[in-house]
Structure formats: structure tokens, C-alpha cells
T-cell receptor, first 115, second 112 residues
Framework: GAGVSQSPRYKVAKRGQDVALRCDPI?????LFWYQQALGQGPEFLTY????????KSGLPSDRFFAERPEGSVSTLKIQRTQQEDSAVYLC?????????????FGPGTRLTVL | DQQVKQNSPSLSVQEGRISILNCDYT??????FLWYKKYPAEGPTFLIS?????DKNEDGRFTVFLNKSAKHLSLHIVPSQPGDSAVYFC???????????FGKGTKLSVKP
């Protein structure tokens, strides 16, 4: 595809349910980032992959959050036992190289609502 | 504790006039600054960037100014067009850190 795609675009979960959010980066992009954007806020960093290696997960808010990118392309962000404060838009971004200064291309996001 | 601050949640400008969006930062380790534009239900899209070794970068109607001593940057859009109406995010990064640190955004409305 031409850009970063994310699925589902919208997800409604009951409190306590597990959810899985998928990101398809631009083909060939080495770096992949996950961000969380709460209502009225800017995106906040969650975690970073370089190929299949998770190099930084310092932004994950709790051990209920888990991300993987097993083959260095598609990534999944999993949230276990969802809470209302997890309601947000989850954005995925990819960039071509390993440099911190490569442009990041964002997907449209997944809007998660936890009831 | 916000490291990147956009103190104006919204800005309204007449078509054809200049739009000035402001951003302040606190971390002196930041060496690269970016502006992203976001339409509803879409992801942010890159607009323009500036390295800390420069004080100005221009791309068409968009110019970013950086004042390192004041830890302040601004985005100028001249002339403003209705299609510029969107939320604008200021972002920063520093050193080997690849992730972006965003401000809360400023919603720009350009009225015809």
C-alpha cells in the first residue's frame, strides 16, 4: 500500500477485555513507532521497533500493554484487561531508515473506546 | 511535565492573511524540531522541520523560525488558505532518541 495502514479504525471494548491493534507500515520501512493520543492532547510515545527488535518501550504505561513485530514488518499492540483510561487514539508511524532524523509517516490511527 | 508547549489551543485567521503558530520547549537537548498537520480522522502529516543549527527554514508558504536562546519556535503560513484549517502539532527530538515529543496542538481555522 501507499501509506501506513491500521486496523481496526474503531474499537469498542468493555472494561476488562483484551484488544489487539494492528499496524501495517510502509513496505521496507525499518523503524516503527506506536503513540497514544488522548482527547485534547498530542501524541505520546509508547514504543519503538527497529526491524523486529523492540529497542525502546519506555513509554508503555503499564505491563498491560505489549507490542510485537515478529517479522520486522506488521506490528501488533496488545492491551490486556482494558481500563477506561486506555480510551484514546493509537497511532502507528514508520520511517525508512535507522536514523532518528528520518521522516515518520503516520497511519490514520485506531480509536479505542473502553466502556 | 510538558517538554513541548503550545499555549494557544486555537487560532482564527482570515483567508490571505498570515497565520503564526507558536511553540515553546524546555529541554535544551532537543536538536530537531518539526511541525505536523492533522485533519480529523487522519494521522498527522509532516509539514516542515528545522535543525537546531539553523534559525529559519522556508518551504513555499510555510516558514519555521527557531529562537534557541528563548527555546521558542514559530510556524508562519503566508498567505493562509481555507484548506490550511487543521490542527497543527509542534514536535521535537534530541540526540539518538528517535521518538517525537509533541505539544498539545493548535487548531487553526482559516475563514474565507
Amino acid at each position: 500500500g501507499a501509506g501506513v495502514s491500521q486496523s481496526p479504525r474503531y474499537k469498542v471494548a468493555k472494561r476488562g477485555q483484551d484488544v489487539a491493534l494492528r499496524c501495517d507500515p510502509i513496505s521496507g520501512h525499518v523503524s516503527l513507532f506506536w503513540y497514544q493520543q488522548a482527547l485534547g492532547q498530542g501524541p505520546e510515545f509508547l514504543t519503538y521497533f527497529q526491524n523486529e527488535a523492540q529497542l525502546d518501550k519506555s513509554g508503555l504505561p503499564s505491563d498491560r500493554f505489549f507490542a510485537e513485530r515478529p517479522e520486522g514488518s506488521v506490528s501488533t499492540l496488545k492491551i490486556q484487561r482494558t481500563q477506561q483510561e486506555d480510551s484514546a487514539v493509537y497511532l502507528c508511524a514508520s520511517s525508512l531508515g535507522q536514523s532518528a532524523y528520518n521522516e515518520q509517516f503516520f497511519g490514520p490511527g485506531t480509536r479505542l473506546t473502553v466502556l | 511535565d510538558q517538554q513541548v508547549k503550545q499555549n494557544s489551543p486555537s487560532l482564527s485567521v482570515q483567508e490571505g492573511r498570515i497565520s503564526i503558530l507558536n511553540c515553546d520547549y524546555t529541554n535544551s537537548m532537543f536538536d530537531y524540531f518539526l511541525w505536523y498537520k492533522k485533519y480529523p480522522a487522519e494521522g498527522p502529516t509532516f509539514l516542515i522541520s528545522i535543525s537546531s543549527i539553523k534559525d529559519k527554514n522556508e518551504d513555499g508558504r510555510f516558514t519555521v523560525f527557531l529562537n534557541k536562546s528563548a527555546k521558542h519556535l514559530s510556524l508562519h503560513i503566508v498567505p493562509s488558505q481555507p484548506g490550511d484549517s487543521a490542527v497543527y502539532f509542534c514536535a521535537a527530538k534530541g540526540g539518538s532518541q528517535g521518538n517525537l515529543i509533541f505539544g498539545k496542538g493548535t487548531k487553526l481555522s482559516v475563514k474565507p
